[in-house]
Nanobody, 130 residues
């Protein structure tokens, strides 16, 4: 059974940092692309970052580029999202998702826009106070 669980959210002041983790099980982690998505109250889901380890490709949305860093640890079947310089507009529930594919950066961008064929985990709430 494919399982993903995001954790690491919390309350932080603007300018602060958090690191989210996405623990996974039930699938060959290295063969999947992993993405981070978020949904703020009253807004549509936004794909913000993704990584395809075998391809060595990474994607960031413009809204987080330069502030967030995605990484993974294949030995732990875990992906991470280091979030620095947080802003109040980063407040959202953050989710991780996986899809069985090895994707180039361009294809990662397409994937996070649709989240097609994705397995989802439960989200973690990030609240950034001003």
């Amino acid at each position: 059974e494919v399982q993903l669980q995001a954790s690491g959210g919390g309350l932080v002041q603007a300018g602060g940092s958090l690191r989210l983790s996405c623990a996974t099980s039930g699938f060959p982690f290295g063969n999947y692309a992993i993405g981070w998505f978020r949904q703020a109250p009253g807004k549509e889901r936004e794909g913000i970052s993704a990584i395809s380890s075998r391809e060595g490709s990474i994607y960031y949305a413009d809204s987080v580029k330069g502030r967030f860093t995605i990484s993974h640890d294949n030995a732990k079947n875990t992906a991470y999202l280091q979030m620095n310089s947080l802003k109040p507009e980063d407040t959202a529930v953050y989710y991780c998702a996986a899809t069985e594919a090895e994707l180039s950066t361009w294809l990662l961008r397409q994937w996070v826009a649709t989240a097609a064929a994705a397995y989802w985990g439960r989200g973690t709430l990030v609240t950034v106070s001003s």
